[in-house]
């Protein structure tokens, strides 16, 4: 139930109601156990990752079998209202939330999974941690040039040339993003 999800929010941020409809994770995890298995390195999407439940149940799914399970969620940086909860906590769009419950959730799944493997190597096996590390990739301005779409009244094809000329060349920028995303 959405209600539950809005429980765990609050179990995991400590306060008020950040999110206004949260997936609830028992939901997702219980789909991400349907459709992948734990010895393959199935990617999951969430076009729409909100809060970042899919992540978060993915993170506890793979530290329940052992999967390795990859996520990927695409969020737009949607701005919070500034009468709502999460921008009166601080979380200036829905990104930071996402990014800050798969952080949160991540230290409660290795603390859940360090008691276990504690309860665990009693019997001499050893399990390693669970992955909870993430990257995130923040898009900036684009770096293709808009094109001149204005007829060309006098058929002066240089200026046809021209404005192929300018899609060509990328701008400076570009270029340093281009090599600060290749590292």
Same mark, same amino acid.
């Given at each position: 139930?959405?209600?539950?999800?809005?429980?765990?929010?609050?179990?995991?941020?400590?306060?008020?109601?950040?999110?206004?409809?949260?997936? /609830?994770?028992?939901?997702?995890?219980?789909? =991400?156990? !349907?459709?992948?298995?734990?010895?393959?390195?199935? !990617?999951?999407?969430?076009?729409?990752?909100?809060?970042?439940?899919? *992540?978060?149940?993915?993170?506890? %799914?793979?530290? #329940?079998?052992?999967?390795?399970?990859?996520?990927?969620? =695409?969020? %737009?940086? #949607? =701005?919070?209202? +500034?009468?709502?909860?999460? $921008?009166?906590?601080? $979380?200036?769009?829905?990104?930071?939330?996402?990014? +800050?419950?798969?952080?949160? *959730?991540? *230290?409660?799944?290795?603390?859940?999974?360090?008691?276990?493997?504690?309860?665990?190597?009693? &019997?001499?096996?050893?399990?390693?941690?669970?992955?909870?590390?993430?990257?995130?990739?923040?898009?900036?301005?684009?770096?293709?040039?808009?094109? &001149?779409?204005? /007829? !060309?009244?006098?058929?002066?094809?240089?200026?046809?040339?021209?404005?192929?000329?300018?899609? #060509?060349? /990328?701008?400076?920028?570009?270029? %340093?993003?281009? !090599?600060?995303?290749?590292?």
């Amino acid at each position: 139930m959405n209600s539950d999800a809005t429980e765990e929010i609050r179990a995991l941020f400590g306060q008020g109601k950040l999110f206004t409809h949260p997936k /609830p994770s028992k939901l997702l995890h219980h789909f =991400v156990k !349907i459709a992948t298995t734990s010895n393959n390195e199935d !990617i999951i999407l969430d076009f729409f990752s909100g809060s970042a439940t899919t *992540a978060h149940a993915v993170m506890q %799914l793979n530290a #329940e079998d052992g999967g390795n399970r990859k996520f990927i969620m =695409v969020q %737009l940086p #949607e =701005v919070a209202e +500034e009468k709502s909860e999460a $921008y009166k906590a601080g $979380y200036t769009n829905i990104c930071e939330i996402g990014k +800050e419950r798969i952080r949160r *959730a991540g *230290a409660k799944i290795l603390e859940e999974h360090t008691e276990k493997t504690v309860q665990q190597t009693i &019997d001499g096996s050893e399990t390693s941690p669970p992955d909870i590390g993430f990257r995130v990739l923040k898009l900036d301005t684009s770096n293709l040039h808009a094109w &001149d779409g204005t /007829p !060309i009244g006098d058929g002066n094809l240089q200026t046809l040339f021209d404005r192929f000329d300018a899609r #060509e060349k /990328p701008s400076s920028k570009t270029a %340093l993003i281009w !090599i600060l995303s290749l590292k």
